[in-house]
């Protein structure tokens, strides 16, 4: 069974910076495309970044220059790195894997004040 835990949310003021992490279980990071969504208050879920089994990474344009996708294939884990955070990227951020069925994990709320 596939689990995915994230972690590393939290509030930060416009600017600053956050590392989310996405720990899995029950599946290999290295093998899969993994993915951050993101859903502000009263929004739909929206695709943030994506990173290949090949390591090619994809982002949306409304986080390129400042966000930057990784993973760790020891650590079984995937991070985003949110630099010069700004209002509108407030909301719960999702990590996904796809491995032919995609599996969710929980979310972290990131809150970025002005």
């Known amino acids: 069974q596939v689990h995915l835990v994230e972690s590393g949310g939290g509030l930060v003021q416009a600017g600053g910076s956050l590392r989310l992490s996405c720990a899995a279980s029950?599946?290999?990071?290295?093998?899969?495309?993994m993915e951050w969504y993101r859903q502000a208050p009263g929004n739909q879920r929206d695709w943030v970044a994506a990173?290949?089994?090949?390591?090619?990474?994809y982002y949306t344009n409304a986080v390129k220059g400042r966000f930057t996708i990784s993973r760790d294939n020891a650590k079984n884990t995937v991070y985003l790195q949110m630099n010069s955070l700004k209002v509108v990227d407030t909301a719960v951020y999702y990590c996904?894997?796809?491995?032919?069925?995609?599996?969710w994990g929980q979310g972290t709320q990131v809150t970025v004040s002005s």
């Open positions: 029950g599946a290999d990071v290295s093998n899969n495309t």
């Open positions: 996904l894997i796809d491995s032919g069925r995609r599996y």
């Open positions: 990173i290949s089994s090949s390591g090619s990474t």
